[in-house]
């Protein structure tokens, strides 16, 4: 039994010159949140402890000398943020720049509205820029790995580590260009640590990790995220009650998520629960 928590003091924050109370103990982010602020993130996870990996999220802060990640900076009373100054702005745009020239974003969410909104130039780099290219590794029913979309953002390496599934499978090897998510010694996922629970695959921002089947239909050209319908029920599975959220395409469910806001799950799954649902 969870014992109950006192309350959190609220403090008081401005954002872009107007003032935000939020609980104590909140980020930046939270903050702009509140506020209705529109700020982009890629390594940030709602269920993870902040990486500060990707910097896109960067703001200026009063008094700071340099852009804070608002994904991970505590707010604190009296404390003056500024989200959409000339400097925020233009970190933004060199961060997208720099990712979309060595990776592929064509599967991250917003990318192209947030390359859109801040001018973001890849091409600007030349196309002999250095990049992280590689075929997407299609060993397993379950779930693909295309690193050549990975940002290394480290949330799929924190979700199967200590902060949720404790298998510890997978972690950063290599520096560089040569940097990419690793099982111990490389090894074939089937023969390390690896417990398919596609934790991993939910955490995921680019799509550098995906279900077998959302790979299959991307390449035929049926994947259509504006066609399904999503429908959250119980795992029947086994007597734990984790809720699942089935995503629906033409009558077939195509993957399997679940709520980060959900008491029981937090957003991770089990084998079973997101991948046995061959049996509908």
């Known amino acids: 039994m969870i014992p109950l928590q006192p309350p959190r003091r609220l403090i008081d924050v401005e954002i872009d010159g107007a003032a935000v109370r939020v609980p104590e103990g909140s980020t930046v982010l939270d903050a702009c949140r509140t506020a209705g602020k529109d700020i982009p993130t890629l390594c940030h996870g709602d269920t993870l402890t902040p990486k500060n990996a ?10 700071s000398r340099t852009l804070a990640p608002a994904c991970s900076r505590t707010a604190e009373a009296g404390m003056v943020v500024a989200t959409d100054t000339e400097r925020a702005r233009h970190s933004r745009k060199v961060v997208l720049e720099l990712l979309a020239s060595s990776t592929d974003l064509s599967t991250t969410p917003r990318a192209k509205e947030w390359m859109a909104d801040y001018g973001a130039d890849p091409a600007r780099f030349g196309e002999e820029a250095a990049t992280v290219a590689q075929p997407p590794k299609v060993d397993n029913d379950l779930y693909v790995r295309d690193y050549g979309k990975c940002i290394l953002c480290y949330k799929c390496v924190d979700a199967c580590g200590e902060q949720w599934q404790n298998s510890f499978a997978i972690s950063v090897a290599g520096r560089g260009f040569d940097a990419t998510i690793s099982t111990e010694f490389d ?44 429908t959250t029920t119980i795992c029947s599975y086994c007597g734990v009650g984790c809720n699942l959220t089935l995503h629906v395409q033409d009558n077939k469910i195509v993957k399997v998520t679940s709520p980060h806001d959900n008491p029981v ?12 649902y061959g049996y509908v």
């Open 54 to 63: 990707c910097r896109v999220c960067v703001v200026e802060v009063e008094g």
């Open 265 to 276: 799950t937090h957003g991770n799954l089990c084998i079973k629960g997101r991948f046995g």
């Open 187 to 230: 090894v074939a996922l089937t023969d390390s640590a690896c417990v398919y629970c596609g934790n991993c695959v939910e955490v995921c921002p680019t799509g550098a990790l995906s279900f077998k089947t959302e790979f299959d239909m991307r390449a035929e050209g049926t994947w259509d995220e504006s066609e399904q319908t999503t």
